[in-house]
Structures are given as structure tokens and as C-alpha cells.
């Protein structure tokens, strides 16, 4: 990544925080309508039905999948309470409609941000609920300040809720030491980069230095026994995990972000390995967006061919 890419994911990354500017598309109809034709690309739409629809199109073509109903950093008790009942209607949605899917959020859009103890009291419900009807929650990471949070409450809940899974961030330097002390933790591990803007003596850049440290999680976590996502669009770890033979390992698997390099989850898939897609839905895109332009700065023309009509197509259709 060149010097010019690093200064922009930074500045695309504080936007993404930025509550005033988030503020103002949405209340600016003409700027919401264009920049939402952009997250179209990421976000299957804003209803729950959205998610469903797109997601057994894929189940449909071989994939695995994960549904998140998006949302963060929600400060308002009924809205937490609102947004755990929508994740509630997901898993029954998804019993009913016999859709295998695992469900994931964040801990604080149902109530990290206001109390540890609201948010502990959704997970469980839902963990019971999901539970029930064989589906598999994931708890996201959020940033560097909630991580001792989220993996307090994470822990207490996969004590008594084995289908609840995590996520850790291979950028932030500690997420090595996490990883050894969810050693008795049953639940599955996702292993991602790491998406947020944090301060630099706590993570390590994207570079080659980043891309061996994931590698070394990921066996990591192989070899402690946990069940292991590789969540990443980076063909060369893809390749060098294939190389290894990890990806024949018991419970370990690749996933991908919808309409993000569907071209490598086709060519993995038909090769035989299992390959699962994260599916998003819901009306708190523009910080999903900004992510995902700060990530591959690349995007960014996508985003702009899309807001003009010349890129837009379905992205499940480019799934193979």
C-alpha cells in the first residue's frame, strides 16, 4: 500500500466515526440516495427479508453464510432493546425458512455502550433462542477501547452457551495473549485484520509483518482445538492456507464479505473448500461503507461507478 493509500484509509476511516457527518446524509436525501446506491454493493438492503432473499441465493449455489443486521455504539435503552428483537426475528426467521445460517453483531448495538449488563442479558436471550433451533451466534470486535468488555461478557456467555463464537482483530498487538486466554472457551474463532482506526503503539500496519502475524493466529488457533473462520480477501494467506493443509482441519473454514472478491470465493468454493459468505442488511450502512473503501481504497472507483449507475449490478449473481 502506497503512502498516498495509508493517509487515505486513515482520513476514510475517521470519517467513518465522524456523527456529524453521518448526521447530515441522513438527512440529506439527494446525498443518501447516492451513497446508498454505493453500500448496495456490501449491504443486501435495509430490510430483514433483503438478507433472507440474498442469503438463500447463495446457500442455494454451495455457500455457508452469516447474517448481521448492522448497527453500533447504539446509546438509547429501546433502541438496543429494538435491535435485539430484530436479531431475535432473524434467528426465527431463519428456523422457519430452514436457512442454515450463523447470526452476527455487534455487543454494543444491544447495549454495550450504556451497560456491560444489557448487553450480557441480549446475548444470552438470543444465545438460549438460537440455541434451540441449532443456529450459531458470532460476537463482532469493535474497537481497541471495548475489546476487555466485549471478551468479559463473550466469555461469561460461552460459559453457559456453547453456539456463540468471536472475533479478533490480528492488527491490535494484544489479540495474541487474548487468544491464549480464550483457551477454555469452546466457541468458534473468527480471525480478521481489523478494520478501525486505532492508535498506533497498539497495532501493527498492513504489510507483510501484519499478513504473518494472521497466519500465526490462525494456527494458533488450530492448534489450541478452536473451530477457525478465515475471514480475509487476501488471496496470498487464502493460498498460503491451502498450502498448509490448515484449511483440511476440523471446523475451518474461509469467509468473505458480500460483493467483496466474489471472483476468489467462486474459485475456492469449486475447489472444494468450504467457503462462507457475511451478509449484512439494515439502515446503519455508512459506516459499513466507510469501512470497506478504507480497507481496499480501490473501492472507492467501484463505489463511485455504482453511485452513477455504470457498476451497479446484483452481487450474488456474481457468485459462481
Known amino acids: 500500500m502506497s503512502s498516498l493509500e495509508k493517509k487515505f484509509t486513515v ?16 438527512k440529506t436525501p439527494a446525498i443518501y440516495q447516492l451513497l446508498q446506491s454505493a453500500a448496495a454493493k456490501y449491504v443486501t438492503g435495509e430490510k430483514r427479508q433483503d438478507g433472507l432473499e440474498a442469503g438463500r441465493r447463495l446457500v442455494d449455489k454451495g455457500y455457508a453464510i452469516s447474517l448481521e443486521y448492522i448497527g453500533e455504539n447504539t446509546t438509547d435503552v429501546q433502541a ?22 450463523r447470526v452476527s453483531f455487534d455487543l454494543s448495538h444491544i447495549g454495550l455502550s450504556i451497560d456491560g449488563e444489557l ?27 471495548k475489546t476487555d468488555s466485549i471478551l468479559w461478557i463473550y466469555e461469561r456467555a ?76 487476501d488471496e496470498s494467506i487464502a493460498d498460503e492456507v491451502i498450502k498448509r493443509e490448515w484449511i483440511h482441519e476440523p471446523g475451518v473454514e474461509f469467509e468473505m464479505l458480500y460483493g467483496i472478491r466474489p471472483d476468489l470465493s467462486s474459485r475456492l468454493k469449486n475447489a472444494g473448500y468450504p467457503v462462507r459468505i457475511y451478509l449484512t442488511y439494515g439502515h446503519e450502512w455508512y459506516l459499513y461503507l466507510c469501512h470497506r473503501i478504507a480497507e481496499y481504497p480501490p473501492n472507492l472507483f467501484q463505489a463511485v461507478l455504482d453511485i452513477t449507475d455504470v457498476g451497479m449490478v446484483d452481487s450474488v449473481l456474481d457468485y459462481e
Open 11 to 26: 482520513a476514510m476511516k475517521s470519517i467513518a466515526r465522524r456523527s456529524d457527518l453521518k448526521a447530515y446524509v441522513e
Open 80 to 101: 438496543c432493546e429494538a435491535a435485539a428483537l430484530e436479531l431475535s426475528l432473524l434467528i426465527q426467521a431463519l428456523a422457519e425458512r430452514k436457512i442454515p445460517a
Open 119 to 145: 448487553a450480557y442479558k441480549h446475548l444470552t436471550a438470543l444465545a438460549s433462542q438460537a440455541q434451540q433451533v441449532g443456529i450459531e451466534l458470532f460476537v463482532s470486535m469493535e474497537e481497541s477501547a
Open 158 to 233: 460461552a460459559a453457559a452457551y456453547a453456539n456463540i463464537g468471536i472475533t479478533l482483530q490480528t492488527q491490535l498487538n494484544r489479540t495474541t495473549q487474548d487468544l491464549n486466554d480464550l483457551q477454555p472457551v469452546p466457541g468458534r474463532i473468527r480471525i480478521v485484520k481489523g478494520a478501525y482506526q486505532e492508535p498506533e503503539q497498539q497495532t501493527i500496519p498492513r504489510s507483510s509483518a501484519l499478513n504473518e502475524r494472521y497466519l500465526q493466529l490462525v494456527e494458533q488457533a488450530i492448534r489450541k482445538g478452536h473451530r477457525v473462520s478465515i475471514a480475509t480477501h
